[in-house]
């Protein structure tokens, strides 16, 4: 294994912990002994090829996926798993379902809810799950379309809306339960090089506004400026990890190297 | 746009000789020659006694049997869409106790004849002459008798709803297997459980899929209701054999049936219609008009150009 403590905070400062973690699909690893931190407020990336499992990972810190070995936690609790005299519980639905909540999730494909328009794909989560009222479910979404500029956009269906503006839709609503973390994955792998700019741009005003990410992605400039901590993972362990400039511009692994010559 | 664009003018749009058809005209002769020797022999032919057919076609008793093939198509069909719905949740469920005993209950109700299930139901009192409802192998609280208590429009309904669960749990649960996984992944990282994702975001994407079949069902039901004429019980095949038990005019009356039946039929294919449409919400850009939103765009171009003319 490799050498991975990136920052000195004290665990449990940590928003994600993550403790050599495993994780095989039907005896193949996928994750072979992740660990890794994400302090509150840090942007952290993770780069590296298809297949190298960091999609996996982030599918972990939203129980998405189950972890075979090692611990991961959430603000300093196990994520899908309670901890009681030594041993492990699995943690009801219920408590599950709530400890999504405190996690938004982007995804590549949007996954926007095709049958509602974006100002009822935004209001879904507080009004179902946080239990608000409608019409105060309402301002908020309007509040948060704006935010992502799509205010004049809100009455139209997913289908209506091109790629980059669903993608910005599904942020919103992520954002819409008021997340302390927000995972990204590969969010702008499925735009048209014209269009990803626009979501970067809502990604970029949302690390300047202090929130917590977690971020899959191959767009290597926005992780140099954006960036707090690139890990490189390949083959189910972080290679190598660090401040983006180290670790985009002077890769210290051979394998960091070969992709980044290929990528930029 | 550039400057030029107001100087352009619209290209002159090219000019065409159509294809001819002549395959077209063939078999529209052949169609017509067809049409005309049916409609000759529908109109001539004294066998098929229209006004015989006319005669019976609205008396009480055939009005009667119309309204109740139709109440219990419904009735049926609101048990076997509920129970089915039920079932394909089942057959989805991550419990394996239900999974396998909704697999069970479609494994019989599809696999045995329905007129035997709605005969059974219709005769249950020979298997159990007593039923009665309390502590499972021990004391009963009620009890009545079997006969008495399952009428001939319970056992149809029973009959017909339960046996339609059956395909029903098979058109939801392919409907909600339509539905991405990506649906499932987005709703659960908001926070959502399992059973408000189904109830929100699955169904509602599932029914574009599901109602086509649950049309088709529906229709297919209006008709399997004429099997409960043996139970007995008197919807519209039931009076109309009634009627020839005593008039002997077999097929003029059960051409009559058969119009009733097309008539309803008819109309339950413009209510899919409507369904259809409304579920297709979000996975078309532009819903094409109605037939009637057709016919009305058509009345209202040819006005003004009536206008122009006089």
């Known amino acids: 294994m490799t050498d991975l403590s990136t920052t000195a905070s004290a665990p449990a400062a940590a928003m994600v912990q993550a403790e050599d973690v495993w994780k095989s699909y039907d005896n193949t690893p996928v994750l072979k002994g992740i660990t890794l931190q994400v302090s509150p407020g840090e942007v952290f990336l993770l780069l590296g090829p298809s297949g190298s499992g960091k999609s996996t990972f982030l599918r972990c810190i939203n129980h998405l996926e189950t972890i075979d070995a090692g611990r991961l936690m959430l603000d300093g609790e196990l994520i899908g798993y309670d901890e009681r005299s030594g041993r492990l519980y699995e943690k009801k639905p219920r408590d599950v379902a709530r400890q999504r909540r405190q996690v938004g999730m982007v995804f590549q494909q949007f996954n926007l809810f095709a049958h509602r328009t974006a100002l009822e794909n935004v209001m879904e989560g507080p009004v179902q799950v946080a239990g608000l009222a409608k019409s105060e479910a ?28 669903q993608q910005r839709v599904a942020i919103a609503r992520a954002l819409a339960m008021e997340p302390k973390l927000m995972l990204f994955d590969e969010p702008t792998s499925a735009l048209d090089p014209e269009l990803v700019g626009e979501v970067l741009d809502v990604m970029r005003q949302l690390a300047a506004d202090g929130m917590t990410m977690v971020v899959v992605t191959h767009e290597i400039g926005f992780a140099r400026e954006v960036g707090d901590t690139v890990a490189f993972m390949d083959a189910g362990v972080v290679v190598e990890s660090g401040r983006p400039d180290d670790v985009l511009l002077n890769p210290q692994q051979a394998r960091t190297q070969a992709f980044l010559s290929k990528v930029l | 746009m550039t400057e030029g664009s107001d100087v352009m003018a619209t290209p002159e749009p090219l000019k065409v000789v159509p294809l001819r058809h002549p395959g077209r005209w063939a078999a529209m002769a052949v169609i017509a020659v067809l049409l005309a020797m049916l409609v000759h022999a529908l109109a001539t032919n004294p066998r098929f006694n229209w006004p015989e057919q006319a005669k019976y076609g609205f008396t009480p008793a055939i009005r009667q049997g119309v309204l109740t093939t139709l109440w219990l198509t419904v009735a049926a069909m609101v048990v076997g ?31 045995t004849p329905v007129l035997v299930q709605i005969l059974v139901w219709a005769s249950l009192g020979a298997l159990f002459p007593r039923l009665g409802l309390g502590i499972p192998f021990g004391p009963q609280f009620v009890e009545a008798d079997t006969f008495s208590l399952i009428s001939g429009f319970s056992a149809a309904l029973l009959g017909l709803g339960l046996n339609e669960a059956a395909y029903m749990a098979e058109i939801v649960r392919a409907g909600l297997l339509s539905v991405n996984e990506g649906q499932w992944e ?125």
């Not at chain 2, 509920?82 to 599809?110: C, E």
């Not at chain 2, 008197?234 to 059960?254: D, G, N, R």
């Open chain 1, 138 to 165: 309402r301002d908020k979404a309007t509040a948060l379309l704006d935010r992502v500029g799509l205010a004049d956009r809100r009455h139209l269906y997913p289908n209506q809306l091109s790629g980059g503006q």
């Open chain 2, 81 to 111: 869409v509920v129970l089915g719905v039920v079932l394909a949740v089942m057959r989805l469920s991550p419990n394996p106790v239900l999974r396998n005993a909704a697999w069970i209950y479609i494994w019989v109700f599809r696999g």
């Open chain 2, 186 to 310: 987005a709703a659960g990282a908001l926070g959502m459980r399992r059973s408000q994702i189904l109830r929100r975001v699955v169904l509602p994407q599932a029914m574009r899929v599901i109602v086509p079949p649950t049309g088709n069902e529906t229709i297919s039901m209006l008709k399997t209701t004429s099997l409960v004429a043996y139970v007995p019980f008197a919807e519209l095949l039931f009076q109309t054999q009634a009627i020839y038990a005593k008039t002997y005019q077999v097929i003029p009356m059960l051409l009559m049936a058969s119009l009733w039946y097309l008539a309803m039929t008819s109309v339950l294919m413009i209510v899919q219609y409507y369904i259809e449409r409304y579920y297709a919400r979000g996975s078309v850009r532009q819903l094409p008009p109605t037939p009637w939103q057709r016919v009305r765009a058509r009345l209202e171009r040819r006005r003004p150009r009536v206008g122009e003319h006089s």
